[in-house]
């Protein structure tokens, strides 16, 4: 991939609000990155009703991209796109631009789904482990996907629990039920049972708001050592949590891309006033 700027490359237009907006919204670090995501001029339908305007983001490789805004906005609509988890919805999809992973255009009619899924991670906002073993909820994948020699799954099955920092937690009960661990081992599990088949890309979707303060902070900390391996990006509508977890942040608002720059520069001198009207909790 070509070596991007993070600079100058979200825009936004001023949707039909009361609200006035800026009419840019703009990442202005200097930092130079590869970009791992390329979102460009892109447009979301549910049927005719449109989720997302004119969205223009890239995010950079192997960072922690928060997605932040009001319920509704669409932060988590363009995350299901990433993986293209909106096309199990009847009449849902990008009615305009592109988005490019790898270079490549993910919604082009060649390309394979499934292929992309496996380089493309989920974890969702409720922990969802399977009523398998711990050890089968990691191997399951590994065998869906054609891997039968033990060994190799054992040692798939340790190094990526060892890798979402719950292997010294369960090493000794890999054959009990997966749901008999915690809810944040559960999601440290799901966590484990997504980078087991070596993805790009980490996708969370709130992944800690049914978890109590001490998971939250165990399943953060676990989130800054994956991304020196992975490019994460998490929606999260605790803002804490975003200036803790992520290198940059993005802010939505009604279907648009309102302001993306480095999340230090976001939390404390944010470009758009309706950005720092949203942090400083004047709305939302």
Partial sequence: MEETSIAGNATTKTPSSAVSLASEATASSVETARTMVDVERVDFCYGTSKALHDINLQIPEKRVTAFIGPSGCGKSTLLRCFNRMNDLIDQAKVTAGE????????????????????????????????PKSIYENIAYGLRIAGVRDRRVIDETVETSLAGAALWDEVKDRLHESALGLSGGQQQRLCIARAIACQPEI???????????????????????????????????????????????????YLGRLIEFDR????????AQKHTEDYISGRFG
């Fill in 202 to 252: 980490i996708l969370m979707d709130e992944p800690c708001s049914a978890l109590d303060p001490i998971a939250t902070a165990k399943v953060e900390e676990l989130i800054y050592l994956l991304k020196e391996r992975f490019t994460i990006i998490i929606v999260t509508h605790n803002m804490q949590q975003a200036t803790r977890c992520s290198d940059f942040t993005a802010f939505f």
């Fill in 263 to 270: 999340t230090e520069k976001i939390f404390s001198h944010p």
């Fill in 99 to 130: 988005i490019r992973i790898f270079g490549m255009n993910i919604n082009a009619s060649e390309v394979d789904v499934t292929g992309l899924r496996k380089q493309v991670g989920m974890v969702f906002q409720k922990s969802n482990p399977f």
